[in-house]
């Protein structure tokens, strides 16, 4: 199948609110098309796959070479988006014949075709494309496309299209390229699941639930080990004769932006940690941490005063053994001999802390005043290590109850000094959309508690994923996960989400956090229903 | 026009009622009561109640009836497309405009000039209406609408294929179009029909009446039973038309977990149609797209086209390439019904 069939379902992601229907389009997609473009299609779709050979400058010139300069005017002023502008008003060429590319031809003529010859290339394909077609395309090869597709909700339709567990799917998926062809020969039947072998591949997380003050009574202290929560980001550290990579707990390689974590990990094995800046042995804020994200390389200076380390919490593989389905007692012990024999330079173990009722826990979580523990992690002695957040294996107990992880929806321009940025954020929490899926829904507006920097990237970062605009107000694609803290939470008829926060300031920006993993709105409502102690 | 005749400017004059040819006693399309009236069309931005007396297709006529009431369009007389009728020197006749049931295109000449007062209209085929006559005159009146070149509308066919192509996607949900009563929901079910979808098609309401009207006209649409609550398992995997403020409301709750379409030439523009909460947008229109505009302008050949309501400024930029005299007439109240242009509004936003 060719480009336009991709456009259309470009087009219906954009305008798809709802995840199963995104989910059902994306199935759709694997279902109907023939390889290799359906591989290229989603990882252009998850940004696995991105061009830059084309500037928009190019785009630029090409359609100012076929279009009267002030309709064009006329028209960008009107349609906003100069992209979207070209592929509506590119001129049909009559005794136009050709067919459109497929994705397979698009990809191949983009590595192999000398700059020079690509502006021909590109108006000649744009030349054999309908509107939507002519979008997509733009999109994709000035590097745009921006459909608010995660690699984790490709997975997920991979996994529901073909009934193989997403975690299956998840494990090999960095071992193997776009566009996937032995990923789906075996989703297809035709072929085993591909070996990774020795490629240093992504194993999904084992994640908590939030502890809630109605759990806690049925905990029996002795089957429960307690770490302190560290307030970094959460790392998977892989390393062995096919390589070494650091994966952010979505699985996306900060391998780069890492480079003394990775030059110490001179061992065999899958390690669970988490990624802190660490001075003489004390954790430092995560502000600090946030200096080194986002980055592709880093220079000496910055790895000098923000030195990072990793604390370690469990052991997935020793070696080339698998441990996950041992008992959590059984891992941490294989995990101290693991230290105790490799001495892993920037590397300690996470500490357990010894209790002997639930009260003397609390005592302790209410006593930790350090800005770099978040609260603590409960497991369950004899819990197996397994992809998700699986009920009643682990917990996390948080200690500050007042802030919520919400999603950036829209932005608003502010006033005064500020009025050319975007510094009004409107965001929301997760609610049950009422068909099995999940939507947002806004639940405040704050205007304060980033610094100058954030709000500098903050405004750029909203510039660049702008959806819709009305008026002042920009829609943006829902990525960005603000940590938002407030006074109070209040229950209120007025708003659309049924709470009202009090003072509500951004804390910080979770750039490491996907959106999925936001916060609930049912989570938010219960401490409204049962307010926790005063801290 | 011939040597000597006299411009159309000094007979067809602009007033705040509307166009007004003056040797004739009427005006065209009046956006105020008066006392005789030319009708184009039955939109109500062009077809307003408390006449005097009012001209117009018979299509048109029982289409003002039945929005408004017998009584309160004046006294109708209705004329034949083609058919001549002579008042006060100038010779009037109506002209398909292809744009909705009986719309027509109102052609006056006095004194051996002519102007075409276009009303909306299209070019693209519409099988619920006559199509679009040229007519070659000395000034032609046309509307704007879509006059930005980045309105080019695909072809109907197309649109309706993709819908039906999410239908068969989501077999559990119900498809509700959002699309204007008059014109719009009649060609969609036409063009569904052609397109092998021979199951009812569910009706809001408010379009039944025009339906039905259609159906007594002579246009067959096939089976339309309400859109009602009683009904509601029986359109899961079926097609809903409903008017475009029906599609965001409350109403379309009680479908079966909707997906929101919209049938306008708006849909062209993303942003638009994201603005609308539009999960599938469609592009069709009932208005010329830019091409169409510029070819219907270059048929009826006339040195001198006046814009009525719509994109003036690109349309006279391009017309003054080709020596086209162009003039923005700056009608009030046109636009207002079908295809208005939906405004930015920051209500959208929740707070």
Known sequence: MSLPAFAELLERLVFTPGRNAKLALLRGWFQAQPDPDRGIGLAALTEELKFSAAKPAMVRELVAGRVDQVLLALSHDYVGDFAETVALIWPVREGVNAPPPTLAEVVEALETTPKAELPALIAGWLDTLDATGRFALIKLVTGGLRVGVSARLARVALAEWSGQPVADIEEIWHGIAPPYLPIFRWLEGQAERPDPLDTPVFRPLMLA???????????????????????????????????????SRGGEDVSGAFPEITAAMDFHGVLDGELLVVRDGVVAPFADLQQRLNRKTVGAKLQKDHPAGVRLYDLLFDGTEDLRALPFDERRLRLEAFVAREQPRRMDLSVQIAFASMPQLAEVR??????????????????????????????????????????????????????????????????????GGEELVPIGKAYSGYTDEELAWLDKWIRAHTTARFGPVREVEKELVLEVVFDAAQLSGRHKSGVALRFPRIERIRRDKPASEADRLDNLMSTIAAPPPAA | MAIGAPHPETWLKVTPAGLYCEPGGFYVDPVRAVERAVISHGHADHARPGHGAVLGTAATLAIMAARMGAGRIGVPQALRYGEVLEIGGVRLWLAPAGHVLGSAQVCLEWRGSRAVVSGDYKRQRDPSCAPFLVTPCDVFVTEATFALPVFRHPSPEGEVAKLLRSVALFPERTHVVGCYALGKCQRLIMLLREAGWDRPIYLHGAQQKLCT???????????????????????????????????????????????VVAASGWMRVRQRAKMGGVELPLVISDHADWDDLNRTIDEVGAPEVWVTHGRDDALVHAMAQRGIRGRALHLVGLGEEDEAEPAPDDAAVPA
Request: net charge positive.
């Open chain 2, 213 to 259: 009207l259609y159906e007594e006209l002579g246009v067959k649409l096939g089976l339309l039973p309400g859109a009602t609550v009683a009904n509601k398992s029986e359109m899961v995997g079926g097609i809903v038309l409903a008017p475009p403020s029906a599609v965001q409301d409350r109403w379309a709750r009680r479908l079966s977990d909707p997906v």
């Open chain 1, 209 to 247: 639930h939030p502890l809630e003050d109605s759990d806690i009574a049925a905990l029996e202290p002795a089957a429960w080990r307690a770490e302190w929560k560290w307030d970094g980001i959460r790392v998977q550290l892989v390393s062995g004769p096919g390589g070494r990579r650091l994966w």
């Open chain 1, 366 to 435: 209410a006593g930790a005043r350090a800005a770099s523990i978040e609260g603590l992690m409960l497991k369950r002695g004899d819990s197996p290590y397994v992809a998700g957040r699986v009920k009643g294996l682990w917990w996390k107990w948080k200690r500050d109850p007042l802030s919520v992880d919400a999603v950036l929806m829209y932005a608003q321009r502010g006033h005064g000094k500020r009025s050319s940025f975007y510094s009004d954020y409107t965001f929301g929490l997760w609610r049950p959309d009422g068909q």
